[in-house]
């Protein structure tokens, strides 16, 4: 049976593209509820219709055959899942391909290809799955190479090594998100980190991005999970030990834990695991002021409690997602558990609720599911892929994410979500929907996510995308936020990244890149200006 493709220019399946009527379907019912006006359609582009420049560089025979230059190969490996990538993708522009992409099958291979791209001058892109929305694979690397090599880690995809003793695996970095939990499942384990990405994402990416997953208290990001990791760099293999925890200086694991490809490339972790979870009990929650629910999600995550679920989704997003009519604020709230049942948890964090004006179905609440809270996932789980429809009809969407301490957040999110309507209605000529919910929740404060629908003009999606991701950026930075809370920085962050990281740790960085990567080979402009290619030119 053929290998299921994944879309060369956008999320999921080929098999799951949407049709015309699909499309017009999703792209009604949002601008019903946004008081936007789609476009005509317009379809996705196929890959005839795509023309890429004349690959630069050819790999030596060692390696040919691991190394791939045909259209589809270097089309789906160009660009993220952002909406200037859609964009861009749709206008049939693939301008910035790869030269090569090379699928390794082990870790000598990878050695192999960056001694080959040292040598021959070219800028190397590590890929997971490609499902960046900050501009983290492209390679947009300057004029200072002789070509680009994006390396696909996705062959090196095992579980090898289960201790279930410390309950932890030995895993390669390219094992997609279900393959990883398909191997641990026969152990009664799991690695219990879901981002939305998860279909379509690797542990190593994971990893190298600082996801954020389906926990949203105490293990929120990928971070929390691993105990150790290796890694290839340009100058050598660095392998940390594997270690409940050392108070033996600055972690190496945290060096590499966010570096985005630009250090070098995760090959190997050890990863601490879990039992599968058997008890669960999830709550929907219905606030009229999102005010008081902002303040009942506090008292719950500063309670010690530690929900899995712990989220916030203002009016108009949960009625956007069918979970709603729009009169009430939905608060999601759910616990569970391999070794105990979970009601006692729920019924005080109920309690926390209701002190602050939450109203539920008492009965409902302990329940192991809940409708409306089914609803908001399946509404979750459908995003990525009603993006598609809505980008068919020409309607921007977008998002952002950033964390704020609760002494600020509310005058934070009134902020910036008028400073993000402003710069629409500056931008387009129109005026947008902007949203708010909170992905996670920390004792100290929340991470605030905004999602926003505009209509741009046709021929200009990219310069008004530009304008309102830039007003927006400066106003959360101006207000005290994090550019990103689990995004990533790529290229399109770094601006505000570099506002936002001290000064002297930037050089810090910039002399571990340099002992790690000398002549700046690894995503060249991610984290850290492309001095090489600054240089050339």
Not at 232 to 254: F, H, I, K, N, Y
């Given at each position: 049976m053929a290998e299921a493709r994944r879309k060369f220019w956008g999320w999921g399946l080929e098999s799951e593209t949407l049709d015309e009527a699909g499309a017009a379907r999703i792209a009604r019912r949002v601008a019903s509820l946004t008081g936007l006006d789609p476009g005509p359609y317009r379809a996705p582009p196929a890959i005839?219709?795509?023309?890429?420049?004349?690959?630069?560089?050819?790999?030596?025979?060692?390696?040919?055959?691991?190394?791939?230059?045909?259209?589809?190969?270097?089309?789906?490996?160009?660009?993220?899942?952002?909406?200037?990538?859609?964009?861009?993708?749709?206008?049939?522009?693939?301008?910035?391909?790869?030269?090569?992409?090379?699928?390794?099958?082990?870790?000598?291979?990878?050695?192999?290809?960056?001694?080959?791209?040292?040598?021959?001058?070219?800028?190397?892109?590590?890929?997971g799955a490609g499902s960046t929305v900050v501009g983290g694979v492209e390679a947009e690397v300057g004029a200072g190479y002789a070509g680009t090599l994006t390396i696909d880690l996705t062959r090196l995809d095992r579980v090898l090594e289960i201790d279930r003793s410390s309950r932890a695996a030995r895993i390669q970095g390219g094992v997609l998100g279900p393959a990883l939990e398909a191997q641990l499942r026969p152990a009664g384990l799991t690695l219990r980190h879901f981002p939305q990405s998860f279909a379509f994402s690797t542990l190593g990416g994971w990893i190298a991005t600082?996801?954020?997953?389906?926990?949203?208290?105490?293990?929120?990001?990928?971070?929390?999970?691993?105990?150790?990791?290796?890694?290839?760099?340009?100058?050598?293999?660095?392998?940390?030990?594997?270690?409940?925890?050392?108070?033996?200086?600055?972690?190496?694991?945290?060096?590499?834990?966010?570096?985005?490809?630009?250090?070098?490339?995760?090959?190997?972790a050890w990863m601490r695991l879990q039992?599968?979870?058997?008890?669960?009990?999830?709550?929907?929650?219905?606030f009229a002021d999102?005010?008081?629910?902002?303040?009942?999600?506090?008292?719950?995550?500063?309670?010690?409690?530690?929900?899995?679920?712990?989220?916030?989704?203002?009016?108009?997003?949960?009625?956007?997602?069918?979970?709603?009519?729009?009169?009430?604020?939905?608060?999601?709230?759910?616990?569970?558990?391999?070794?105990?049942p979970v009601d006692a948890w729920m019924a005080h964090a109920l309690e926390c609720m209701a002190d602050h004006g939450a109203g539920f179905d008492s009965d409902a609440a302990l329940r192991a599911r809940d409708p409306l809270a089914d609803a908001w996932r399946e509404a979750f789980i459908r995003a990525p892929y009603d993006r598609e429809g809505l980008?068919?009809?020409?309607?921007?969407?977008?998002?952002?994410?950033?964390?704020i301490t609760w002494d600020r957040f509310e005058e934070f999110h009134a902020g910036v979500k008028a400073a993000t309507e402003a710069a629409i209605v500056e931008a387009t000529g129109r005026p947008g929907h902007v949203t708010c919910r909170f992905t996670h929740v920390y004792p100290d404060g929340p991470a605030p996510y905004f999602t926003y629908h505009a209509k741009p003009t046709p021929g200009a999606e990219i310069e008004q995308w530009r304008a309102i991701k830039s007003a927006a950026s400066d106003a959360l930075i101006r207000a005290g936020g994090t550019i990103t809370h689990h995004h990533a920085v790529g290229r399109d962050h770094m601006p505000w990244y570099e506002a936002q990281r001290p000064a002297l740790f930037g050089e810090a960085l910039a002399a571990a890149k340099r002992a790690l990567d000398p002549d700046e080979i690894l995503n060249p402009g991610v984290l850290l200006p492309p001095r090489r290619a600054a240089a050339a030119g």
């Open positions: 005839d219709e795509v023309s890429l420049p004349t690959p630069r560089v050819s790999p030596p025979a060692a390696l040919a055959a691991l190394c791939r230059s045909d259209d589809y190969s270097r089309a789906s490996h160009t660009y993220g899942k952002s909406y200037p990538d859609y964009v861009r993708a749709w206008a049939r522009d693939f301008a910035a391909a790869p030269d090569m992409v090379a699928w390794p099958e082990d870790e000598a291979d990878v050695v192999a290809l960056l001694d080959w791209a040292g040598a021959a001058g070219l800028a190397v892109i590590p890929y600082r996801s954020g997953g389906h926990y949203a208290t105490l293990y929120t990001h990928i971070d929390e999970f691993v105990e150790s990791l290796r890694t290839v760099t340009p100058a050598g293999v660095l392998e940390s030990r594997r270690l409940p925890g050392s108070g033996a200086g600055p972690s190496p694991d945290r060096l590499m834990i966010g570096s985005e490809g630009s250090l070098g490339i995760i090959t190997e039992d599968r979870p058997t008890h669960r009990a999830s709550a929907a929650l219905r999102f005010g008081g629910a902002a303040a009942a999600l506090r008292a719950v995550g500063q309670a010690g409690l530690y929900p899995t679920n712990l989220r916030l989704v203002d009016s108009e997003e949960a009625r956007l997602a069918g979970a709603g009519d729009g009169s009430f604020h939905l608060a999601v709230l759910a616990f569970e558990s391999a070794d105990h980008i068919a009809h020409g309607l921007l969407h977008d998002t952002f994410e950033t964390a």
